[in-house]
C-alpha cells in the first residue's frame, strides 16, 4: 500500500470542502464535543444527530428528542443536558438516539459533509482510530474545532498526538505545515499533558463557569474503541 498524504486543518475558518472530497476528515474538538461523542457511543448510545441551530434542536425536543445542547458552555434551557461527557452516562443514553448541538464541534462535522468519510477522534478513542486509519488507503485530514474559527491549542496537541501514531505507521507521509506545528506542539506538550492543558484559553472558559470537571477524562487515551462516523447525517459507531 503506497504511502498517504496527513494533512492538520488548524479551524474551520481554514477548511476548503472541494479539496477534501477523496479524504477521510477526523473531527477532533476534544474539550467537549469530540470526547463527548466518543463516549456516548461507548455508553451504548444508538445515533447521534448533528444540529448546528439552535431553533432545529429545538424542534427536534418537541417532537420527543434526547437533545443535548449547549452555547459557550452553557445548556440550553430546552436541552436535557449539555456536552460535557460526564452527561452521557449508559444510564442516559443506552438505545438512545440524541440530537447534539454544540457552539463548535457539531459545525465543523457538517462542513466536512462532502469529504469521503467523517470520523470523530479524541484522546479516548487514539489507539482505535489511529489502528484503523492506518489500513485505509486514504488521505487524512485532521480537522482542528478549534474556537469560533480560531486557532486553539487543546485541538492541535490532539492532532499532533494522531499524527505521531500514523507516521509511526509508516503508511503516511507529509509536507504540510500544520501537521508538523501540530507535531511540535504534542512534542511539547505530552510528558506533561494536564499542565500544559493548563495554559489554553478553553481551560480557562471552563474553569470560570464551573464546568471543568471532565478535563481529566477527556486527555485520557484509549477509553473506547469506538470510532464515530457520518452516515447520512447522522453519527453512528459502526465504521464498516
Known amino acids: ?133 492506518a489500513g485505509q488507503d486514504r488521505k487524512v485530514m485532521l480537522f482542528c474545532a478549534g474556537w469560533k474559527n480560531r486557532f486553539n491549542i487543546e485541538d492541535t496537541i490532539c492532532a499532533g498526538a494522531i499524527a505521531e501514531k500514523l507516521m509511526a505507521t509508516n503508511c503516511y507521509t507529509t509536507i504540510c505545515d500544520s501537521t508538523l506545528a501540530a507535531l511540535d506542539l504534542w512534542s511539547l506538550a505530552k510528558e506533561d499533558l494536564r499542565g500544559y492543558i493548563e495554559k489554553v484559553a478553553q481551560r480557562s472558559r471552563l474553569r470560570d463557569k464551573g464546568l471543568d470537571d471532565c478535563i481529566d477524562f477527556c486527555l485520557t487515551a484509549d477509553f473506547t474503541d469506538k470510532i464515530p462516523v457520518i452516515k447520512n447525517g447522522i453519527l453512528v459507531d459502526n465504521i464498516l
Request: charged share 25%; aromatic share 10%.
Open 1 to 133: 500500500m503506497r504511502k498517504r498524504d496527513l494533512e492538520t486543518c488548524f479551524s474551520p475558518a481554514l477548511y476548503r470542502p472541494d479539496e477534501n472530497r477523496e479524504s477521510i476528515v477526523v473531527i477532533i474538538d476534544i474539550l467537549r464535543a469530540s470526547s463527548a461523542i466518543c463516549t456516548a457511543f461507548a455508553n451504548g448510545a444508538l445515533k447521534i444527530i448533528p444540529v448546528g441551530e439552535v431553533v432545529e434542536a429545538l424542534e427536534y425536543k418537541k417532537r420527543g428528542f434526547l437533545v443535548a445542547a449547549e452555547r459557550d458552555g452553557y445548556v440550553l434551557d430546552f436541552a436535557d443536558f449539555g456536552n460535557s461527557p460526564f452527561n452521557f452516562t449508559r444510564e442516559k443514553v443506552e438505545g438512545q438516539t440524541i440530537v447534539y448541538s454544540t457552539t463548535n464541534g457539531t459545525g465543523i462535522i457538517n462542513l466536512s459533509k462532502s469529504a469521503f468519510m467523517t470520523i470523530i477522534g479524541s484522546f479516548l478513542n487514539i489507539g482505535a482510530l489511529t489502528e484503523w486509519l
